[in-house]
């Protein structure tokens, strides 16, 4: 991942996760969003960069809820990630654009992103073939966040 392509925007990622502060349910700002924890967004982009995986939720035509492993970068104020064209995920996308993200380390730090996804016009291309050896497409997903909680790990001093 280049970042010097389309930098992440610090003040507007900034703003999100202000916002997101703000209107954070009481269950949210007692355990993801206090200030004692809370990244900033240069913070929250290293540690967003520097995880190997996050998991995308979507919803079903029917509520059902559908996750998976996926990599998304952050570019602008935004995250872009690919998906196979032929997973549940996209026809989950079609019908309701909203998604969310998790993701942790080893030590205590999580982030929980939300937004509204939509399809890259014209990004459908070749991917390596599956298990089965058929072909496959990739189709390129650009997610416009909406909520971000960043939380660092714990100090040291305070889990003692």
């Given at each position: 991942m280049t970042l010097e392509k389309n930098p992440p925007d610090l003040a507007a990622l900034q703003s999100i996760i202000n916002r997101s502060i703000r209107t954070a349910t009481p269950s949210v700002a007692d355990s993801l969003a206090f200030p004692a924890r809370q990244m900033t967004a240069p913070q929250f982009v290293e540690f967003w960069t520097s995880v190997r995986l996050v998991a995308m939720a979507t919803v079903g035509d029917h509520g059902q809820p559908h996750i998976a492993p996926v990599h998304a970068r952050i570019e602008g104020a935004t995250l872009r990630l690919v998906i196979y064209d032929n997973t549940v995920r996209r026809v989950d996308l079609s019908?309701?654009?909203?998604?969310?993200?998790?993701?942790?380390?080893?030590?205590?730090?999580?982030?929980i992103v939300y937004g509204r996804a939509r399809e890259i016009d014209g990004s459908i291309r070749d991917a390596r073939p599956g298990q089965s050896g058929k072909p496959r497409s990739v189709v390129e997903i650009e997610v416009t966040l909406t909520r971000i909680y960043a939380m660092r790990a714990p100090s040291r001093s305070s889990i003692s």
């Amino acid at each position: 991942m280049t970042l010097e392509k389309n930098p992440p925007d610090l003040a507007a990622l900034q703003s999100i996760i202000n916002r997101s502060i703000r209107t954070a349910t009481p269950s949210v700002a007692d355990s993801l969003a206090f200030p004692a924890r809370q990244m900033t967004a240069p913070q929250f982009v290293e540690f967003w960069t520097s995880v190997r995986l996050v998991a995308m939720a979507t919803v079903g035509d029917h509520g059902q809820p559908h996750i998976a492993p996926v990599h998304a970068r952050i570019e602008g104020a935004t995250l872009r990630l690919v998906i196979y064209d032929n997973t549940v995920r996209r026809v989950d996308l079609s019908r309701n654009p909203r998604v969310a993200f998790t993701t942790w380390d080893a030590d205590g730090a999580a982030a929980i992103v939300y937004g509204r996804a939509r399809e890259i016009d014209g990004s459908i291309r070749d991917a390596r073939p599956g298990q089965s050896g058929k072909p496959r497409s990739v189709v390129e997903i650009e997610v416009t966040l909406t909520r971000i909680y960043a939380m660092r790990a714990p100090s040291r001093s305070s889990i003692s």
